[in-house]
């Protein structure tokens, strides 16, 4: 379960810097969709830190959640609840 939020995590963080950088991308990576986001949660997340100690994965955890809200902080309310401030894909 750490490691799962912490993944997704990882794309927010990427997700929000190339709509920065107005670079087009999707939120999930190719060749995922909302349809098949289940399997990337195995192929992508469950196979790939299966080996990831307790440990680690909290430490990961805590760092992406840390990465993740001083990221929030840098918009405003308005920002945050806009439509259209992000190009979703």
Do not use: A, C
Request: hydrophobic share 35%; glycine share 2%; net charge neutral.
């Amino acid at each position: 379960m750490l490691i799962h939020l912490y993944e997704w995590h990882q794309l927010l963080l990427n997700w929000v810097s190339s709509n920065q950088k107005e670079e087009e991308k999707n939120f999930l990576p190719k060749p995922y969709n909302w349809k098949t986001y289940g399997v990337m949660n195995v192929e992508m997340i469950w196979e790939k830190h299966q080996n990831i100690p307790y440990e680690k994965s909290t430490e990961m955890l805590k760092d992406s959640h840390n990465k993740k809200m001083k990221l929030i902080d840098t918009f405003s309310n308005e920002e945050l609840f806009s439509k259209g401030l992000f190009m979703i894909r």
